[in-house]
């Protein structure tokens, strides 16, 4: 897979307990097999949701308990309401398996918080779904990095401007900039997304509390 440019802030032994562990799709920077594992020996009660497909892939991992689900789909863990929703965006880990397990994004309701994590998506307006039949988030992880060129990146990653507007059409009440600054995975730069993302947010009504950019190893209080 990719190489990471910039350090983990933090390593399994160093973490909390996990509970629950949401995985978008298989793509190499965002399912990684040593940290799978790692996660797994520290936590073997930690309940592993993932999209159609890759079931298999975690019990060969020693995952006990996997929930696999298709879009529209939802799960219920202890206090938690959650569901899997469509992206724009696609699946692979070898040449010879393109597309046969899905991707998603992920919804998370309990405890009075409306959680959307977006996982890879390009931009359609079928998204606006999302809110239509699970309310606005509080809260969503939105994408903003790997979108150059154009022309091959925008079926399967948003740009900044698209992730505003997003926001915007799902009604997000604050949104957390995720997917950049960590592998160079298209022709944008590392810090290149960060700069469009404010570009945008000047030129719409929105300011910078509204979408969140955090570094990694930072962290920031969500008051409900």
Same mark, same amino acid.
């Given at each position: 897979?990719?190489k990471?440019?910039?350090?983990a802030?933090?390593?399994?032994?160093?973490?909390?307990?996990?509970?629950?562990l949401?995985i978008s799709?298989?793509?190499?920077d965002?399912?990684?097999?040593?940290?799978?594992?790692?996660?797994?020996r520290a936590?073997p009660?930690?309940?592993?949701?993932?999209?159609?497909g890759?079931k298999?892939?975690f019990?060969k991992r020693?995952?006990?308990h996997?929930?696999e689900l298709g879009?529209w789909? %939802?799960?219920?863990?202890?206090?938690l309401?959650?569901?899997?929703?469509p992206?724009q965006?696609?699946?692979a880990?070898?040449l010879?398996d393109?597309?046969?397990?899905?991707?998603?994004?992920?919804?998370?309701?309990?405890h009075?918080? %409306?959680?959307?994590?977006?996982?890879?998506?390009?931009?359609s307006?079928?998204?606006q779904?999302i809110?239509?039949r699970?309310?606005?988030p509080d809260?969503?992880?939105?994408?903003?990095?790997a979108y150059?060129?154009?022309?091959?990146m925008r079926t399967?990653h948003? %740009?900044p401007p698209?992730?505003?507007?997003?926001?915007r059409?799902l009604?997000?009440? %604050?949104?957390?900039?995720?997917?950049?600054?960590?592998?160079?995975?298209?022709?944008d730069?590392l810090?290149?997304?960060?700069?469009?993302?404010?570009?945008?947010?000047?030129?719409s009504?929105l300011?910078?509390?509204?979408?969140?950019?955090?570094?990694?190893?930072d962290?920031?209080?969500l008051?409900r």
């Amino acid at each position: 897979g990719p190489k990471r440019l910039v350090a983990a802030p933090s390593d399994v032994p160093h973490l909390p307990k996990i509970d629950v562990l949401l995985i978008s799709h298989n793509h190499y920077d965002h399912l990684d097999a040593p940290t799978v594992r790692a996660l797994l020996r520290a936590n073997p009660a930690m309940v592993c949701y993932v999209p159609l497909g890759l079931k298999p892939w975690f019990e060969k991992r020693g995952a006990l308990h996997v929930h696999e689900l298709g879009w529209w789909q %939802n799960h219920g863990h202890k206090e938690l309401d959650i569901h899997c929703v469509p992206a724009q965006h696609w699946s692979a880990r070898s040449l010879l398996d393109r597309n046969k397990t899905l991707w998603c994004g992920w919804v998370m309701k309990g405890h009075g918080l %409306n959680f959307y994590f977006s996982g890879d998506t390009g931009y359609s307006p079928h998204l606006q779904e999302i809110a239509g039949r699970l309310g606005p988030p509080d809260l969503a992880a939105l994408p903003i990095g790997a979108y150059e060129p154009r022309w091959f990146m925008r079926t399967q990653h948003v %740009n900044p401007p698209e992730a505003v507007q997003l926001h915007r059409e799902l009604k997000v009440r %604050n949104s957390l900039a995720i997917h950049w600054g960590t592998f160079e995975l298209a022709d944008d730069s590392l810090d290149a997304p960060i700069v469009a993302l404010q570009q945008a947010l000047r030129q719409s009504d929105l300011h910078e509390q509204d979408f969140w950019v955090i570094r990694q190893g930072d962290s920031r209080l969500l008051h409900r």
